[in-house]
Protein backbone atom coordinates (compact mmCIF):
# COMPACT_ATOMS: atom_id res chain seq x y z
CA UNK A 1 0.00 0.00 0.00
CA UNK A 2 1.32 3.60 -0.60
CA UNK A 3 0.16 5.66 2.89
CA UNK A 4 0.04 9.43 3.64
CA UNK A 5 0.84 10.35 7.32
CA UNK A 6 0.15 13.87 8.37
CA UNK A 7 2.41 14.97 11.11
CA UNK A 8 4.48 12.52 10.33
CA UNK A 9 7.81 14.22 12.22
CA UNK A 10 5.23 14.16 15.73
CA UNK A 11 5.54 11.54 18.55
CA UNK A 12 3.07 9.64 16.75
CA UNK A 13 3.36 9.86 13.24
CA UNK A 14 6.57 8.77 12.26
CA UNK A 15 5.88 6.00 14.91
CA UNK A 16 3.42 4.92 12.69
CA UNK A 17 5.72 5.81 9.28
CA UNK A 18 8.45 3.89 10.98
CA UNK A 19 6.14 0.73 11.26
CA UNK A 20 4.44 0.96 7.95
CA UNK A 21 7.73 0.80 6.19
CA UNK A 22 8.50 -2.22 8.74
CA UNK A 23 5.73 -3.56 7.28
CA UNK A 24 6.65 -2.94 3.38
CA UNK A 25 4.69 -0.20 2.60
CA UNK A 26 5.08 3.16 0.85
CA UNK A 27 4.62 5.79 2.72
CA UNK A 28 4.25 9.58 2.43
CA UNK A 29 4.83 11.76 5.17
CA UNK A 30 3.90 15.32 5.04
CA UNK A 31 4.29 18.42 8.39
CA UNK A 32 5.02 22.17 8.54
CA UNK A 33 6.80 21.67 12.15
CA UNK A 34 4.73 23.93 13.91
CA UNK A 35 6.57 25.48 16.52
CA UNK A 36 4.66 23.69 19.52
CA UNK A 37 7.85 22.63 20.38
CA UNK A 38 11.36 22.52 19.26
CA UNK A 39 12.18 21.46 15.42
CA UNK A 40 15.25 19.56 16.03
CA UNK A 41 13.19 17.04 18.19
CA UNK A 42 10.87 16.65 15.21
CA UNK A 43 13.85 16.47 12.79
CA UNK A 44 15.41 13.78 15.12
CA UNK A 45 12.02 11.49 15.38
CA UNK A 46 12.52 11.92 10.48
CA UNK A 47 16.40 10.57 10.70
CA UNK A 48 15.23 6.94 10.77
CA UNK A 49 12.46 7.63 7.76
CA UNK A 50 14.92 9.97 5.55
CA UNK A 51 17.29 6.72 5.30
CA UNK A 52 14.90 4.93 3.63
CA UNK A 53 13.97 4.09 0.37
CA UNK A 54 9.97 3.73 0.83
CA UNK A 55 9.36 7.12 2.41
CA UNK A 56 9.25 10.83 0.90
CA UNK A 57 8.95 13.77 3.13
CA UNK A 58 7.22 16.85 1.75
CA UNK A 59 7.63 20.12 4.19
CA UNK A 60 4.32 21.75 3.70
CA UNK A 61 1.03 23.19 5.79
CA UNK A 62 -2.05 21.50 5.32
CA UNK A 63 -3.99 24.95 5.39
CA UNK A 64 -2.02 25.83 2.64
CA UNK A 65 -0.87 23.36 0.16
CA UNK A 66 -2.27 22.01 -2.84
CA UNK A 67 -3.40 19.01 -1.58
CA UNK A 68 -4.78 17.17 -4.71
CA UNK A 69 -1.15 16.26 -5.77
CA UNK A 70 -0.21 15.10 -2.17
CA UNK A 71 -2.93 12.13 -2.33
CA UNK A 72 -3.25 11.16 -5.19
CA UNK A 73 -1.99 7.41 -5.75
CA UNK A 74 -2.79 7.09 -2.13
CA UNK A 75 -4.32 4.25 -0.55
CA UNK A 76 -4.67 4.54 3.18
CA UNK A 77 -4.30 8.26 4.83
CA UNK A 78 -3.75 8.55 8.54
CA UNK A 79 -4.32 12.03 9.93
CA UNK A 80 -2.57 12.64 12.81
CA UNK A 81 -1.82 16.35 12.33
CA UNK A 82 -2.62 18.57 14.90
CA UNK A 83 -1.97 21.78 17.25
CA UNK A 84 -1.58 19.80 20.44
CA UNK A 85 -2.06 21.27 23.99
CA UNK A 86 -5.28 21.35 26.57
CA UNK A 87 -3.56 24.38 28.19
CA UNK A 88 -2.42 26.65 25.30
CA UNK A 89 -5.54 26.69 23.54
CA UNK A 90 -7.56 29.40 25.59
CA UNK A 91 -7.75 32.84 24.15
CA UNK A 92 -6.58 34.34 20.61
CA UNK A 93 -3.94 31.04 20.80
CA UNK A 94 -7.38 29.37 19.43
CA UNK A 95 -7.12 30.60 15.87
CA UNK A 96 -4.07 28.18 15.58
CA UNK A 97 -6.40 25.44 16.58
CA UNK A 98 -8.91 26.24 13.90
CA UNK A 99 -6.95 26.64 11.33
CA UNK A 100 -4.80 23.26 11.70
CA UNK A 101 -7.11 21.32 13.12
CA UNK A 102 -10.17 22.35 11.13
CA UNK A 103 -10.08 24.10 8.51
CA UNK A 104 -6.75 21.21 7.56
CA UNK A 105 -8.77 18.48 8.29
CA UNK A 106 -11.68 19.71 5.74
CA UNK A 107 -8.44 20.81 3.30
CA UNK A 108 -7.82 17.10 3.59
CA UNK A 109 -11.09 15.34 3.09
CA UNK A 110 -11.44 17.99 0.21
CA UNK A 111 -8.51 16.47 -1.33
CA UNK A 112 -9.11 12.82 -0.50
CA UNK A 113 -13.31 12.69 -1.80
CA UNK A 114 -11.60 13.09 -5.17
CA UNK A 115 -9.69 10.00 -5.24
CA UNK A 116 -10.06 6.42 -4.65
CA UNK A 117 -9.09 5.99 -1.22
CA UNK A 118 -9.41 2.70 0.62
CA UNK A 119 -9.55 4.26 4.10
CA UNK A 120 -8.94 7.44 5.75
CA UNK A 121 -8.03 7.05 9.98
CA UNK A 122 -8.29 9.98 11.79
CA UNK A 123 -7.00 10.76 15.25
CA UNK A 124 -9.68 11.74 17.39
CA UNK A 125 -9.10 12.26 21.14
CA UNK A 126 -10.65 11.27 24.36
CA UNK A 127 -10.78 15.46 25.05
CA UNK A 128 -14.19 15.31 23.10
CA UNK A 129 -15.93 13.62 26.06
CA UNK A 130 -14.88 16.13 29.07
CA UNK A 131 -15.28 16.03 32.47
CA UNK A 132 -17.86 12.94 33.53
CA UNK A 133 -18.13 10.23 36.05
CA UNK A 134 -20.09 7.79 33.51
CA UNK A 135 -17.06 5.94 33.23
CA UNK A 136 -16.15 3.84 31.30
CA UNK A 137 -16.62 6.45 28.45
CA UNK A 138 -18.48 4.89 25.42
CA UNK A 139 -18.75 6.33 21.92
CA UNK A 140 -22.30 6.55 22.18
CA UNK A 141 -21.62 9.08 25.04
CA UNK A 142 -22.63 12.84 24.53
CA UNK A 143 -19.58 14.37 23.68
CA UNK A 144 -18.97 17.76 25.87
CA UNK A 145 -15.19 19.11 25.32
CA UNK A 146 -14.30 21.16 28.40
CA UNK A 147 -11.19 22.92 26.10
CA UNK A 148 -11.13 24.72 22.84
CA UNK A 149 -8.68 21.93 22.15
CA UNK A 150 -11.27 19.49 22.62
CA UNK A 151 -14.00 21.34 20.64
CA UNK A 152 -11.57 21.48 17.86
CA UNK A 153 -11.05 17.72 17.53
CA UNK A 154 -14.76 16.85 18.03
CA UNK A 155 -15.50 19.46 15.00
CA UNK A 156 -13.22 17.72 12.87
CA UNK A 157 -14.41 14.52 13.89
CA UNK A 158 -17.60 15.34 12.41
CA UNK A 159 -15.76 16.71 9.34
CA UNK A 160 -14.66 13.17 8.95
CA UNK A 161 -18.35 11.79 9.15
CA UNK A 162 -19.93 13.86 7.53
CA UNK A 163 -17.43 13.23 4.09
CA UNK A 164 -18.18 9.99 4.67
CA UNK A 165 -22.07 9.94 5.19
CA UNK A 166 -22.23 12.73 2.57
CA UNK A 167 -19.34 11.25 -0.19
CA UNK A 168 -18.80 7.92 0.75
CA UNK A 169 -15.74 8.48 1.72
CA UNK A 170 -14.17 5.23 3.90
CA UNK A 171 -13.18 7.09 6.86
CA UNK A 172 -12.62 5.74 11.15
CA UNK A 173 -12.35 7.81 13.65
CA UNK A 174 -9.78 6.97 16.73
CA UNK A 175 -10.44 8.25 20.04
CA UNK A 176 -7.15 7.94 21.62
CA UNK A 177 -6.23 8.11 25.30
CA UNK A 178 -3.28 9.95 26.66
CA UNK A 179 -0.43 8.30 24.51
CA UNK A 180 2.66 7.98 25.99
CA UNK A 181 6.21 6.49 24.61
CA UNK A 182 9.17 7.47 23.22
CA UNK A 183 9.42 10.36 21.21
CA UNK A 184 6.90 11.96 23.80
CA UNK A 185 6.20 15.27 23.34
CA UNK A 186 8.15 17.13 25.78
CA UNK A 187 5.11 19.16 27.49
CA UNK A 188 3.51 15.68 27.45
CA UNK A 189 3.24 14.77 31.70
CA UNK A 190 5.18 11.66 31.52
CA UNK A 191 7.71 13.28 29.65
CA UNK A 192 8.46 15.73 31.78
CA UNK A 193 7.87 13.69 34.99
CA UNK A 194 10.64 11.41 33.81
CA UNK A 195 13.02 14.50 33.54
CA UNK A 196 11.99 15.73 36.49
CA UNK A 197 12.74 12.91 38.34
CA UNK A 198 15.90 12.27 36.73
CA UNK A 199 17.35 15.18 37.43
CA UNK A 200 16.05 15.17 40.48
CA UNK A 201 14.12 18.37 40.47
CA UNK A 202 10.73 18.26 41.65
CA UNK A 203 7.63 17.41 39.36
CA UNK A 204 4.87 20.21 39.19
CA UNK A 205 1.70 18.69 39.16
CA UNK A 206 -1.57 20.50 38.59
CA UNK A 207 -4.39 18.75 41.24
CA UNK A 208 -3.72 16.17 44.20
CA UNK A 209 -2.54 13.40 41.98
CA UNK A 210 -5.80 11.56 42.19
CA UNK A 211 -7.26 12.51 38.95
CA UNK A 212 -7.12 8.88 37.22
CA UNK A 213 -5.91 8.77 33.30
CA UNK A 214 -6.54 5.49 30.75
CA UNK A 215 -3.20 5.51 29.60
CA UNK A 216 -2.00 3.89 26.50
CA UNK A 217 1.77 3.12 25.00
CA UNK A 218 2.34 3.89 21.56
CA UNK A 219 3.02 1.09 19.71
CA UNK A 220 -0.52 -0.08 20.43
CA UNK A 221 -1.82 3.08 18.77
CA UNK A 222 -0.05 2.43 15.79
CA UNK A 223 -1.53 -0.95 15.80
CA UNK A 224 -4.74 0.57 15.96
CA UNK A 225 -4.28 2.49 13.19
CA UNK A 226 -2.96 0.02 10.89
CA UNK A 227 -5.58 -2.23 11.88
CA UNK A 228 -8.66 -0.20 10.90
CA UNK A 229 -6.87 1.11 7.59
CA UNK A 230 -6.81 -3.39 6.99
CA UNK A 231 -10.44 -3.35 8.41
CA UNK A 232 -13.84 -3.55 6.40
CA UNK A 233 -15.18 -0.92 8.69
CA UNK A 234 -16.14 2.83 7.54
CA UNK A 235 -17.86 5.74 9.01
CA UNK A 236 -17.13 4.61 12.35
CA UNK A 237 -15.81 5.75 15.96
CA UNK A 238 -13.40 3.89 18.03
CA UNK A 239 -11.87 4.45 21.72
CA UNK A 240 -8.24 3.07 21.97
CA UNK A 241 -6.85 2.88 25.42
CA UNK A 242 -4.47 1.27 27.34
CA UNK A 243 -7.05 -1.14 29.27
CA UNK A 244 -6.36 0.40 32.58
CA UNK A 245 -7.28 3.10 34.53
CA UNK A 246 -4.42 4.63 37.07
CA UNK A 247 -3.69 7.89 39.06
CA UNK A 248 -1.38 10.03 38.35
CA UNK A 249 0.40 9.70 41.77
CA UNK A 250 0.58 5.57 41.28
CA UNK A 251 2.11 6.62 37.49
CA UNK A 252 4.45 9.23 39.39
CA UNK A 253 5.60 6.69 42.35
CA UNK A 254 6.29 3.68 39.05
CA UNK A 255 8.27 6.20 37.44
CA UNK A 256 10.25 6.83 40.96
CA UNK A 257 10.46 2.94 41.05
CA UNK A 258 12.01 2.46 37.78
CA UNK A 259 15.07 5.59 38.06
CA UNK A 260 15.59 4.53 41.39
CA UNK A 261 14.71 7.64 42.79
CA UNK A 262 12.26 9.65 45.27
CA UNK A 263 10.34 11.83 43.28
CA UNK A 264 9.55 15.60 44.73
CA UNK A 265 6.27 16.61 44.13
CA UNK A 266 5.23 20.78 43.74
CA UNK A 267 1.44 20.57 43.89
CA UNK A 268 -0.43 23.17 42.13
CA UNK A 269 -4.30 24.17 41.31
CA UNK A 270 -5.78 22.39 38.62
CA UNK A 271 -5.92 24.29 35.15
CA UNK A 272 -8.89 25.07 33.26
CA UNK A 273 -9.77 22.19 30.77
CA UNK A 274 -7.95 19.04 32.82
CA UNK A 275 -10.48 16.48 33.28
CA UNK A 276 -10.44 14.54 36.32
CA UNK A 277 -11.25 11.14 35.26
CA UNK A 278 -10.88 8.92 31.30
CA UNK A 279 -11.73 5.42 31.06
CA UNK A 280 -11.83 4.12 27.62
CA UNK A 281 -14.82 1.09 26.63
CA UNK A 282 -13.21 -0.56 23.90
CA UNK A 283 -15.87 -2.74 22.77
CA UNK A 284 -16.43 -1.40 19.73
CA UNK A 285 -12.44 -1.71 18.76
CA UNK A 286 -12.26 -5.55 20.00
CA UNK A 287 -15.34 -6.26 17.71
CA UNK A 288 -14.39 -4.07 14.98
CA UNK A 289 -10.68 -4.28 14.17
CA UNK A 290 -9.87 -7.11 16.78
CA UNK A 291 -7.79 -4.42 19.14
CA UNK A 292 -6.27 -5.26 22.72
CA UNK A 293 -3.72 -3.12 24.35
CA UNK A 294 -0.87 -5.01 24.27
CA UNK A 295 1.87 -2.99 26.50
CA UNK A 296 1.05 -2.49 29.98
CA UNK A 297 1.68 0.45 31.84
CA UNK A 298 4.66 -0.39 33.92
CA UNK A 299 6.46 -1.76 30.87
CA UNK A 300 5.48 0.95 28.63
CA UNK A 301 6.90 3.26 30.95
CA UNK A 302 10.23 1.77 31.66
CA UNK A 303 10.37 1.91 27.93
CA UNK A 304 9.85 5.36 27.71
CA UNK A 305 12.29 6.18 30.48
CA UNK A 306 15.02 4.37 29.03
CA UNK A 307 14.46 6.35 25.54
CA UNK A 308 14.83 9.28 27.55
CA UNK A 309 17.77 8.77 29.70
CA UNK A 310 19.40 7.28 26.23
CA UNK A 311 18.49 11.21 24.86
CA UNK A 312 19.29 12.75 27.45
CA UNK A 313 23.02 11.31 27.71
CA UNK A 314 22.99 11.73 23.95
CA UNK A 315 22.81 15.67 24.32
CA UNK A 316 25.07 15.65 26.99
CA UNK A 317 27.96 13.59 25.19
CA UNK A 318 27.52 16.25 22.21
CA UNK A 319 27.45 19.39 24.46
CA UNK A 320 30.75 17.97 25.74
CA UNK A 321 31.84 17.13 22.27
CA UNK A 322 31.07 20.67 21.17
CA UNK A 323 33.03 22.33 24.07
CA UNK A 324 36.20 20.07 23.19
CA UNK A 325 35.83 21.14 19.63
CA UNK A 326 35.09 25.15 20.32
CA UNK A 327 38.48 24.72 22.84
CA UNK A 328 41.71 24.71 20.11
CA UNK A 329 40.08 27.37 18.20
CA UNK A 330 39.44 29.60 21.75
CA UNK A 331 42.69 29.12 22.11
CA UNK A 332 44.04 30.00 18.61
CA UNK A 333 42.04 33.41 18.91
CA UNK A 334 43.45 33.98 22.40
CA UNK A 335 46.92 33.69 20.59
CA UNK A 336 46.15 36.13 17.75
Known sequence: MKA?????????????????????????GIDCFLDYYPRELKERNLEALRRS???????????????????????????????????????DEFRIYSDSNIYATQRLLEACRKQPIR??????????????????????????????????????????????????LPTVALRYFTVYGPR???????????????????????GDGEQSRDFTFVDDIVRANISAAESSLAGEVLNIGGGSRTTVNQVIATIGEILGKEPKV??????????????ADMSRAREGIGFRPQVSLAEGLRRQAAWQVA????????ATRGAAASAPAQRAGAKE
Open 311 to 318: ESEHAAGA
Open 184 to 206: QRPDMAFNRFIRAVYEDRPIVLY
Open 266 to 279: DRREVQRGDVRHTA
Open 4 to 28: LVTGAAGFIGSTLSEALIDAGHRVV
Open 119 to 168: KLVYASSSSIYGDTDDLPMRETSVPKPVSPYGVSKLAAEHLVWLYYKSFG
Open 53 to 91: DGFRFIEASLVTADLDPVVDGVDWVFHQAAQAGVRSSWG
